[in-house]
């Protein structure tokens, strides 16, 4: 089994990378443009085995696509890349767009082309794989979840932006009959995760004594899905899933942001003790614009059809995940030097763009 993975330098991809060399025994190309959130490190375990290559490519370049497809002879294509951070969208719209819009439509008109021209057994058996984010179904209310048949309600340019590349994905099977499926996730946390998120942000903050900050009033809600049982139902999704359908992943652990600090902090008094507890550090900030108010996932599509359970509970990941920021420094603090963890996507500071 072959596979192409966009994006498998970043924090999920490189997560379903690592799945599918050293767990499945599938050969892997990576293909990542290596912007600040792509970081060859996280892919450590995997680089010198002989089923991972790595190509250093924007998933705008057609040219290099090609290439990639022609030589490598993909069964599957599994796309993560995209800009994925709310807070740099709100000021940097535009690499969102041509990234997660223009890229998408680079990828699977390469994809396409790749497919059309493959002998009918091989053509039969081809899956593409586009995961994308809840964000595109806006926000909810106090009850209720997203379920695949939720109507699209994006409220940043991070979430637009996603919200086009899945219909251009979708678009791409009912007009080409190209073998797509979709998938929309939760919020992800846990090891090699980016630390302007909020999760790493937390940890890093607290074990360097550094104020901790909560947007607004800390009770948007999130469902929080641990990054490696994402990559199990990933690969799940592009190997059993039905073409043309749409797979929403969740962990069904709906936490307030405040929680979520607080739980860290608590961890981190066990773990780091200090003289006051790191929930002292903890520092509420002006909201972020056009904050969800939250977020939660039906995934019982993905549960009864392919049978996928989640296999970590927030508790146990967030203390796994904790742990491993401890006991790997090596990875975040090159990270920090280039990322102190001040605030993004402030409008009166820099200005849209």
């Given amino acids: 089994m072959r596979v192409i993975v966009t994006g498998g330098a970043g924090f999920i991809g490189s997560a379903v990378v690592r799945h599918l060399v050293s767990v499945k025994g599938y050969e892997v190309l990576t293909i990542d443009k290596l912007t600040y959130a792509g970081n060859m490190a996280s892919l450590s375990t995997v680089n010198n085995n002989p089923l991972h290559r790595f190509s250093k490519a924007d998933i705008c370049d057609r040219a290099a696509l090609q290439e990639a497809f022609d030589s490598f002879q993909p069964d599957r294509v599994m796309h993560l890349a995209a800009e994925s951070h709310v807070d740099r969208s709100i000021t940097g719209a535009g690499d969102f767009v041509e990234t997660n819009v223009m890229g998408s439509f680079m990828l699977l008109e390469a994809a396409r082309h790749y497919w059309n021209g493959l002998p009918a057994d091989r053509k039969d058996s081809f899956r593409f794989l586009h995961v994308s984010t809840d964000e595109v179904y806006g926000s909810l209310g106090d009850d209720g979840l997203f379920t695949e048949e939720t109507p699209y309600d994006p409220s940043s340019p991070y979430s637009a932006s996603k919200a086009a590349s899945d219909h251009l994905a979708k678009a791409w099977a009912r007009t080409y009959g190209m073998p797509v499926v979709v998938s929309n996730c939760s919020n992800n946390y846990g090891p090699y995760h980016f630390p302007e998120k909020l999760i790493p942000l937390i940890i890093l903050n607290a074990f360097e004594g550094k104020p901790l900050p909560v947007y607004g009033n800390g009770v948007n809600i999130r469902d929080w899905l641990y990054v490696e049982d994402h990559a199990r139902a990933l690969d799940l999704i592009v190997e059993r899933g039905r073409i043309g359908e749409t797979y929403n992943v969740g962990g069904r652990n709906e936490r307030r942001n405040i929680d979520v600090v607080k ?91």
Avoid: Q
């Fill in 263 to 353: 739980r860290v902090c608590v961890l981190m008094d066990g773990f780091k003790p200090k003289p006051a507890k790191h929930e002292g550090l903890i520092s509420y900030v002006k909201d972020r614009p056009g904050h969800d108010a939250r977020y939660a996932i039906d995934a019982t599509k993905l549960e009864n059809e392919l049978g996928w359970k989640a296999e970590e509970n927030f508790d146990s990941g967030i203390e796994k995940t904790v742990r491993w920021y401890l006991e790997n420094e090596w990875w975040w603090a090159p990270l920090r030097k280039g990322y102190d963890g001040s605030r993004l996507g402030l409008l009166a500071a820099s200005g849209a763009k």
